[in-house]
């Protein structure tokens, strides 16, 4: 078995990591960029590199790893489909609700692994989190809230392609971080969510760069002044399945917020909450019984999440039977999360507007 990967850029990296930990051969990769599509192969141990994604298709190649902006995701990984191939894809899965069901759909048809990377789930506390939450004696869930905080785009900052609509879609905190925060809860509650209400703020929509970097318009650095269309943060408002209400904040400007990712899930018995930055503490209580901390003392961090999603991923590659319940997140999985972000720009267009998924 050997893998391909498209893409060579940040993520793709942690995806050679784990590939190789699978002692799985690095079979090809393409980047748009022939020179850093070779370093690439030099570092991993590529077997051959190029700019032409045809490679993807030899027959030698039997799964592949798709690190692109999501722009160009739906027509490679349908192209990828076609050819037989086992897909994981970074997310979002792509940008049209309509694209996203086909290869879904696509995908099941053909009885074909694939797996899109939502791999907080992967954390310890989270895997325990879900089975808490579904045991009888918590009770039906009532409430999930949350957030998920970071600080990476607070001015200055460098620009890139997420900033690029025709690259990166409409969406940006939504799409990065609140479509993690969407998957994990929906994951540990074993709930759907079933409508949302949005509002998005966009801060400093004129902006200037200069050097690669993107200032507020205020510092005066010189270079150029470039319009920024999508949100730095979503206040969003939710209902689930089975009547259970919630919240979440997505932001990606709260200076300090390296990667802080909160759930709580309130059931009728029980409370549960736990976050990325203490990931490996699992809280949970009942009335009047104070508060029990589960602790995961050889837990994994974030990374370690990439690999234990991919290991799961090519457990049943190399099976090739498709779970009907995998733990990483399939690909009608990543169709929703598309529907979700989707709905959320819907309602933020129109005034926080209750709109159903």
């Known amino acids: 078995m050997k893998a391909g990967i498209l893409g ?23 980047d748009i960029d022939l020179q850093n599509a070779g370093d690439f192969a030099d570092k991993w141990g590529a077997e051959t590199y190029d700019t032409d994604a045809s490679v993807l298709l030899e027959d030698d190649i039997t799964v592949v790893h798709v690190c692109t902006p999501p722009n160009l995701h739906y027509e490679m990984v349908k192209n990828l489909l076609e050819a037989g191939k086992h897909v994981l894809c970074e997310k979002p899965l792509c940008l049209e609700n309509s694209q996203a069901e086909e290869l879904a759909s696509y995908a099941k048809d053909k009885g ?32 999930i809230h949350g957030s998920y905080l970071q600080e990476f785009h607070v001015l200055p900052n460098p620009t890139g392609w997420r900033y690029d609509p025709k690259l990166a879609g409409k969406m940006r905190a939504v799409t990065e971080i609140g479509s993690h925060w969407m998957d994990i809860a929906q994951y540990i509650s074993s709930k759907k969510i079933t409508m949302v209400s949005a509002v998005f703020g966009n801060f400093n929509p004129s902006r200037t760069v200069k050097d690669g970097i993107m200032y507020h318009p205020s510092a005066n650095p010189g270079g150029d002044t470039v319009d920024v269309l999508s949100e730095d943060a979503a206040t969003v408002n939710i209902r689930f399945s089975d009547g ?47 508060v029990n901390k589960q602790v995961f003392a050889f837990g994994n961090g974030f990374t370690d999440t990439f690999r234990s999603l991919i290991g799961a991923f090519y457990t049943d590659v190399r099976t090739g039977i498709k779970p009907e319940k995998p733990v990483y997140p399939s690909f009608e999985e990543g169709a929703r999360i598309v529907r979700l972000c989707n709905a959320l720009q819907e309602s933020a267009q129109h005034d926080a507007l209750w709109v159903e998924v």
């Open 8 to 30: 060579a850029g940040f993520v793709a990296h942690t995806h050679a990591a784990a590939i190789k930990g699978e002692n799985v051969t690095i079979g090809a990769v393409v």
């Open 112 to 143: 074909l692994i694939c797996a899109v990377n939502y791999n907080v789930r992967f954390h310890q506390a989270c895997q325990e989190a879900a089975k808490i939450v579904s045991a009888e004696d918590f009770g039906p869930v009532y409430l």
């Open 244 to 290: 259970a209400i919630g919240t979440a904040l997505f932001s990606e400007i709260s200076q300090g917020r390296i990667n802080r990712l909160t759930l709580e899930v309130t059931g009728c018995e029980q409370n549960l909450w736990w976050n990325s930055e203490d990931n490996n503490m699992l809280y949970t209580s009942r009335k009047g019984e104070g």
